[in-house]
């Protein structure tokens, strides 16, 4: 008698189980909810989260605000994502340095970026183009690795500063490519490229909407798009992969992140309805304007794509002994 009672009451835990599930997930959100961009207003990502707030809202009948926490090279922002409640109503949309910082700092993070997260989507991806002066005397990406090859730590690569996207993007590419270089980081985009047009730093990366209208004027040449496709924008450019180098697929990416232990079924419903915002029409056109591809996805394969660049990016950093203070 004592185990027949025993085997209803788990039999009727496990139905109340699964019929909650399914109603939990109906019923979330259940209040407003906030999207935490970890930089100030402005930038690509806080534009990424401003145009999903927009559709999530709508879609999921709640309101999605964007705040805005910058400092700490967007440590701030995401240290108050990890430690918020595990319900859903507080989520991050962050940018590669959530997937670069752990192989940066390491230890000096405040939170364990594999534990301490529930990854929802990786939003959109934009490929970079490595660019050089107009007046450079590289017709392509092979004459540039050759020569780079030659003149070991000679030419000078400009970055948008130490430990940026665009900085582990010269990184992957010198490693794969099998030579050294001076590396000159700059304190943003808008210095760096100046200095790549007149000539004073030889080889960058970029955005590709950044660096699309100095290579149709004539002002920079571009070699090569990051990853295994060209890019609409700059049909003409090679990929790294048809250039030689398919392992060198730097890109920015945003993706939708939560602290630890979202329940599954708010999971899915995010991820589903991030998937619907970032194909949808309206926001796939300003997504592209933007440089950005859309991708979309399930949790699994956001951890996966995400568990897998933190180790790309240690591995980088490790291999070309970065530093940042």
């Keep these: ?30 209040r407003p909810v906030r999207l935490v961009v970890p930089y100030p207003p402005g930038g690509a990502t806080d534009i990424t989260a401003r145009l999903l707030a927009q559709e999530l809202s709508q879609a999921l009948g709640q309101s999605f605000a964007v705040e805005n926490r910058g400092g700490g090279a967007s440590v701030t922002g995401t240290q108050a994502v990890a430690t918020a409640p595990a319900d ?19 230890s000096r993070l405040p939170y364990d970026t594999r534990r301490d997260f529930s990854f929802v989507s990786v939003l959109v991806r934009s490929p970079l183009v490595l660019v050089v002066p107009a007046a450079a ?9 050759r020569d780079a090859k030659a003149r070991p730590n000679e030419l000078t690569f400009g970055s948008a500063g130490n430990g940026t996207a665009v900085h582990m993007a010269g990184e992957q590419f010198r490693l794969a490519a099998g030579f050294t270089f001076l590396h000159v980081p700059y304190r943003g985009g808008g210095p760096m490229i100046t200095d790549v047009i007149a000539g004073r730093v030889q080889m960058a990366f970029g955005t590709i909407p950044a660096m699309a209208e100095h290579v149709r004027a004539g002002r920079l040449r571009a070699l090569a798009i990051t990853g295994a496709t060209r890019s609409a924008l700059l049909p003409e ?5 048809e250039a030689g180098f398919p392992a060198v697929d730097a890109a920015l990416i945003n993706a939708l992140v939560g602290p630890a232990g979202l329940p599954e079924p708010v999971l899915a419903r995010l991820a589903e309805a991030s998937r619907q915002a970032v194909t949808g029409a309206a926001m796939r056109t300003r997504l592209t304007e933007l440089g950005f591809e859309p991708v979309g996805g399930t949790p699994a394969e956001a951890s996966a794509q995400l568990l897998g660049q933190i180790t790309q990016w240690e591995q980088v950093i490790k291999e070309g002994d970065i530093k940042v203070d």
């Excluded at 085997?7 to 109603?23: C, D, I, K, Y």
């Excluded at 450019?237 to 992969?241: F, N």
């Design 88 to 106: 859903g109503h507080t989520l991050g949309v962050f940018d590669s340095a959530f997937v670069v910082n752990p192989g940066l700092l390491g």
């Design 137 to 145: 005397p590289w017709p392509d990406l092979a004459a540039l690795v």
């Design 1 to 30: 008698m004592t185990r027949m009672i025993r085997r209803r009451s788990l039999l009727g835990a496990a139905l109340a189980t699964g019929l909650a599930a399914p109603a939990f997930a109906q019923s979330y959100p259940s």
């Design 237 to 241: 450019v090679p990929s790294m992969a």
